[in-house]
């Protein structure tokens, strides 16, 4: 395992919709499990491939590590769904906008379908803070940051602390 690099906001990577993981190979195992020794070491509690320069549809997580045990979960190609009409507003982070946090209203709970790396369906009911990393990290799958989410006036605000 090694550490990547992780791209920063504006990088335009970070803007570009990734291409699905087609087949689930010896370079994908060793990206997740560098994607998961990065988001460790940021320390976050979750990854997307483009965040790494990885344009594919893969994202790690652990919601977890931080308050108990690690959890860590490799998802590749995720479907994510709301699920129910609540939402919630919760500050969010990006390793790829350090120091910045903003408040994103999002699904409260929502239902995902994925692919784990040995190649078998999964799907889960995610709510609270791991329903808001789901959708936070496949966003970055879709090219969209956590300044798309919030209100022109907060962005621009946002946008000048974090521009390099």
């Known amino acids: 395992m090694s550490l990547r690099a992780v791209l920063r906001w504006p990088d335009p990577r970070l803007a570009q919709v ?9 370079d994908v195992r060793q990206l997740a499990a560098d994607m998961l020794e990065t988001m460790y070491a940021a320390p976050g509690r979750g990854l997307a491939g483009p965040q790494v320069g990885a344009m594919l549809r893969i994202f ?10 690690a959890a860590p979960r490799v998802i590749l190609n ?6 129910g009409s609540e939402t919630a507003i919760r500050a969010e982070g990006c390793l790829s906008l350090p120091g910045i946090e903003a408040e994103v209203t999002r699904p409260a709970t929502v239902h995902m379908r994925w692919t784990d790396l040995d190649g ?10 791991a329903a808001a990393c789901v959708q936070h990290e496949a ?12 209100d022109p006036a ?11």
């Open 78 to 83: 995720p479907v994510v769904v709301p699920h």
């Open 60 to 69: 790690v997580m652990d919601t977890e590590w931080k308050s108990g045990p």
């Open 139 to 150: 966003d970055h799958l879709d090219g969209i940051v956590t300044l798309d989410r919030i």
């Open 120 to 129: 078998a369906a999964q799907e889960a009911i995610f709510t609270g803070f």
């Open 154 to 164: 907060t962005r621009s605000r946002l946008e000048a602390a974090c521009r390099p």
């Open 18 to 26: 990734c291409a699905p993981v087609e087949q689930i190979t010896d």
